[in-house]
């Protein structure tokens, strides 16, 4: 196999067993650790940290460690969340986030930065286009990547209806579910009742295995970088100093397309953390049982996987205007109804519609904001990105901190508003575009540019 083919795999391989853990792990904290909203409040701080690793961390540790070990050590930063959960409380989980926080953006730049180099260096040799290897690479790892989120939700919901204590779920306990959820805890008394502390540590035990094996992969079977192309690399790094960096990232707020791109850029962490935080727990644990939260997971993971390739494709011979159109509409009709919708177990099927629909708009709000960043900003792709990441995250840190304090439909109105406000500065972002180039078209091309969830689910 050519050497850095198998560096790609080993990567891609690599991610698919440590995201298997940390996705099917995020999914289920809202439900697993519920007690004063000390899950969400875990996920609010790790997206925090995450904002503030983005800015700082990326540069410093690929220039002082390399793309392999900053590869390796924030893939331990992923265990060390795993193993917080063994033990879970406010002194356990809130540290761990914030370790998980700070080696996610490290993770995702040595990622970038590794596949970027080998595509470059097996170009040179073949004598090929180096963007097409890149994106090549890209593709692989996308398409290995991906399914993280359909084994790491098989696993947990596996496991976990393993459970002998399966509770009978009354018509007045169904009434704490849905959009008029109840805030108390009252919740776990019903579907929502925790599994025994056996199949929870049986769950963090594979779980964790999983990031040890990704690590291992790694640190065994990654080739370092050469010496000369890691020169090459740092120079890079180098060349813009990391103050200038920074700032550059808060200058770019000068460009008024960029300003009215934030409310769409946070709503995408907005709709993630309310699917991720709020739909598997008021609607799938209230009233099924957290063993369902995985499967209901997996139908998200496989209709977003699908849709990204689809959207990807078809978007040369629509335009992205018309995709955006899909997701708002797509979007509106399921807070509505998730708004009128009292969840009930006979209702099985429903509850598998709403994250499939989901799915496909997220599909399109990855997919088309990130190509859309790529194409508005070419000349400041760095600090459009760290912007994208910026108001991202920030948006993941708002859904899941007022996670607990309010109910589920003071939530659906919130993100209902987020997203007219986010398709009437989109508009006036086309709008500004069509200004400027009147006869350019405006049909979106594609980009390779950014992991999804990962970014979006790390």
Same mark, same amino acid.
């Given at each position: 196999?050519?050497r850095n083919l198998k560096n790609v795999l080993v990567i891609s391989f690599g991610f698919l067993l440590l995201f298997t853990a940390y996705g099917g792990l995020q999914s289920l904290q809202s439900s697993l650790n519920s007690e004063e909203g000390l899950g969400v409040a875990s &996920? *609010?701080?790790?997206?925090?940290? &995450?904002?503030?690793? @983005? ?9 002082k460690l390399g793309c392999k070990w900053t590869i390796a050590i924030s893939m331990c930063c992923y265990i060390a969340f795993s193993l917080g959960n063994f033990y879970a409380s406010w002194y356990t989980l809130i540290p761990t986030s914030v370790i998980l926080g700070l080696g ?28 097409? +290897?890149?994106? #090549? ?8 990547? =991906? ?12 496991? &976990? ?8 779920? @009354?018509?007045?306990d169904l009434e704490c579910c849905g959009a008029y959820n109840c805030l108390t805890d009252t919740t776990n008394t019903t579907g929502s009742a925790k599994p025994s502390n056996s199949l929870i540590y049986t769950l963090l035990g594979v779980y964790t295995a999983s990031g040890v ?10 080739? #370092?970088?050469?010496?000369? #192309? ?6 890079? $790094? ?5 103050? @200038? ?13 960029? %300003? $009215?791109? !934030? ?8 709709? =993630? ?16 049982? +957290? ?15 699908? %849709? ?5 494709? !078809? ?10 159109? &899909? ?40 997919? #088309?904001?990130?190509?859309?960043? /790529? +194409? ?21 840190? !708002? ?14 109105? +919130?993100?209902? *508003?987020? $997203? ?29 540019? /950014?992991?999804?969830? =990962?970014?979006?689910?790390?």
């Open positions: 196999m050519e &996920l *609010s701080v790790l997206y925090a940290a &995450l904002i503030l690793s @983005s800015m700082f961390l990326p540069p410093i540790l690929i220039k996610g953006a490290p993770l995702w730049s040595a990622k970038c930065t590794y596949l970027t180099i080998a595509g470059t260096a097996y170009a040179e040799k073949a004598g090929k286009n180096a963007k097409d +290897i890149i994106n #090549q690479y890209f593709g692989v790892f996308f398409l290995v990547f =991906q399914s993280s989120g359909i084994w790491g939700n098989l696993i947990s919901s596996l496991i &976990l209806s393993q459970s002998s204590t399966k509770v009978e779920i @009354s018509e007045e094996l990704a690590v291992l992969l790694v640190i065994v079977f990654l080739d #370092q970088i050469k010496s000369d #192309q890691a020169e090459t690399e740092k120079e890079k $790094l180098e060349a813009p100093s990391f103050w @200038s960096t920074f700032l550059a990232t808060f200058r770019h707020l000068k460009d008024k397309r960029q %300003c $009215l791109l !934030i409310p769409l850029t946070m709503y995408s962490g907005f709709e =993630q953390g309310f699917l991720s935080g709020d739909y598997t727990k008021v609607y799938v644990t209230c009233a099924l049982g +957290i063993q369902y939260v995985g499967y209901v997971m997996i139908c998200f993971a496989a209709v977003n996987s699908l %849709c990204s390739l689809l959207f990807g494709k !078809i978007s040369q011979f629509t335009g992205r205007k018309l995709l955006f159109a &899909l997701a708002t509409v797509t979007n509106i009709a399921c807070i509505i109804a998730l708004l009128l919708w009292k969840p009930h177990p006979k209702q099985l099927a429903v509850f598998f519609v709403f994250p499939a629909l989901w799915g496909l708009s997220d599909a399109v709000w990855q997919t #088309q904001t990130n190509g859309l960043y /790529g +194409i508005l900003f070419e000349k400041h792709k760095e600090a459009a990105f760290a912007n994208y990441r910026l108001w991202e995250s920030l948006g993941f840190v !708002i859904a899941f901190g007022y996670s607990t304090k309010l109910q589920a439909y003071i939530k659906l109105y +919130i993100l209902l *508003s987020v $997203l007219v406000l986010s398709m009437v500065t989109y508009g006036a972002v086309e709008y500004l575009e069509a200004k400027s180039s009147p006869g350019t078209p405006t049909a979106t091309k594609t980009e390779n540019g /950014g992991p999804h969830s =990962q970014e979006t689910f790390m």
